[in-house]
């Protein structure tokens, strides 16, 4: 009859990979050189590239209702964004569903919208 023993086996020891949290800049470069899919559902946050789940019929219905509220009301006071990113900082750029913005002229086309010119995030 065989009898298993068992021996003590020492493992190297194993580094635990590490992070490297994605900026902003990078992140939004990613998406001008194509490594980033036009129509991802994604968005930057704290250096994570996070997937978004598909936007719904009664999401979509609410939100689009929200904006046609929102913009009669501010209209030529502030923006109502849609979907679009508002920069948090270095390591975050998220999509919220509708930010209301400082109104600007020029509609933010030299850049998105930072935390400081967002009034109010849903």
């Known amino acids: 009859m065989l009898t298993a023993v068992a021996l003590p086996i020492e493992l190297p020891a194993v580094a635990v990979p590490r992070r490297h949290p994605i900026t902003v800049t990078e992140y939004f470069r990613m998406g001008e050189t194509g490594i980033l899919d036009p129509q991802a559902r994604v968005e930057l946050i704290e250096g994570e590239i996070v ?6 019929a ?8 929200l904006l046609d509220l929102l913009s009669a009301a501010v209209r030529g006071q502030a923006i109502v964004s849609a979907q679009n990113p508002v920069i948090l900082g270095e390591l975050s750029a998220p999509e919220p569903d509708l930010a209301l913005l400082r109104y600007r002229d020029d509609y933010y086309v030299q850049a ?5 010119q967002a009034l109010r995030f849903l």
């Open 112 to 116: 998105h919208s930072k935390v400081d």
């Open 51 to 56: 997937d978004m789940p598909p936007i719904g």
């Open 58 to 65: 009664p999401h979509a219905s609410k939100t689009n209702r």
